[in-house]
């Protein structure tokens, strides 16, 4: 396990110190097509307000952009607050429909589309009035079909929130490594662009997959199509602030994820020279096995060393001499040469991705806090997915 970890770790940094004065540079666009924007909306009255206003305000030359909000059958007043921008804006378009999730919302809307690339935009999140002109551009490349964003964390009043600005820092920069070696595997869901003609083709989002910007990912490299990160275009996104919710949303995340590797896993190693089947689905792969596995060890090890505490207890009440048995002998292995290595190329890491993002530089501290602070945290959902799925239990877990 160390010595896969170390292999993907020096993966990361080779690309970096490769392509570390590309990472801001995007293609300049000679043209710009036709644009809709799908907003997918589930009880969003207190963010789309100001969801709606950023796209707005996004630079891009007039009459080539369309606004599309789906309201997915909500309960509160989204479709009131839309509405009110309808009345004044005639590029927004207010569509209602039963509650029937995120996927079937924008499949619903892609039929009105009259754009020449569609872009998704969740309803909580916010891009900044370059972001489009700063993605368009790939899309000159008759061969790129998906371009996604850089997100960044909106909120980050508590702690959970610091937290979860750095893994995104970290989420995005290994993210615009992958660009460099075509294996963007994630189009997010905060802000992503897709070539229309080839996202119908395909015949839209996946309704049964939990993380439908995942799976049309890996449609759309599995067909021989190239995915696009663009560092430059920005967009911030509301994150859970609280554990529970910070969970929901990760189950998902796994669940969704597991899902697509077992729609996509007989790609593995197939066609010569497509990075999707050499790498994408390998590394994605192994990332899931490798966490099961560290699972499994953890469990092991407290078993062995609970049952030994338990039964020295017993005998110390007998009498025994219960510390005794606590001598501390160190020697020089391989695993240890290996778990040291794989330490200290973490931090280096961390520390090479923090200080190309928006995060800037981080002390070894604040790394090894958020590794053991916040890192461990996902084993949780990690867990809880794979029981959920023996379960066949795959709702929607977020609201």
Known sequence: ????????????????????????????????????????????????????????????????????VINDGSRDRT?????????????ITLIDK??????????????????????????????NQDALEKMVGHFEDEKVAAVTSRVLVKNKERMLGKFQVMDYS???????????????YVTNGPLSIYRSSVIKRLGGFDPTN???????????????????MSYSAIVYTSVPLDLKTWIKQRVRWNLG???????????????AGNMFGYFVVPYVSASFILAIVGILLFIRYVWVKGTYQLLSAYYALQGYDYFRYFEFSFSFTLLIFFGALFFI????????????????DKSVLKILAYSVLYRALYIIPLVAALYKLAKGDLRWYTK
């Open 345 to 360: 190329c973490s931090i280096f890491h961390y520390k090479m991705g923090f200080r190309n993002s928006e995060t800037g």
């Open 79 to 91: 479709a009131e607050v839309v509405r009110k921008f309808t009345e004044k804006h005639k590029e």
């Open 1 to 68: 396990m160390f010595f896969i970890g170390l292999f993907l770790i020096f993966i990361f940094i080779i690309l970096h110190l490769r392509y570390r004065k590309s990472l801001n540079a995007y293609p300049v666009p000679k043209s710009y097509p036709t644009i809709s924007i799908l907003v997918p909306a589930y009880n969003e009255e207190k963010n789309i307000g100001e969801t709606i206003r950023c796209l707005l305000a996004l630079k891009y030359p007039k009459g080539r952009k369309e606004i599309i």
């Open 170 to 184: 970290i989420i995005a920069w290994t993210r615009k490594l992958l660009d460099f070696v075509d294996s963007v």
């Open 98 to 127: 039963p509650n029937s999730g995120k996927a079937n919302s924008l499949n619903y809307a892609l039929k009105r589309t009259r754009g020449d690339l569609i872009a998704v935009v969740d309803a909580d999140s916010y891009p």
């Open 210 to 228: 939990l993380t439908e910007d995942i799976e049309i990912t890996w449609h759309v490299l599995s067909e021989g199509y190239k995915t696009r």
């Open 257 to 271: 994820g597991i899902q697509t590797v077992r729609k996509y896993y007989k790609s593995m190693f197939s066609n």
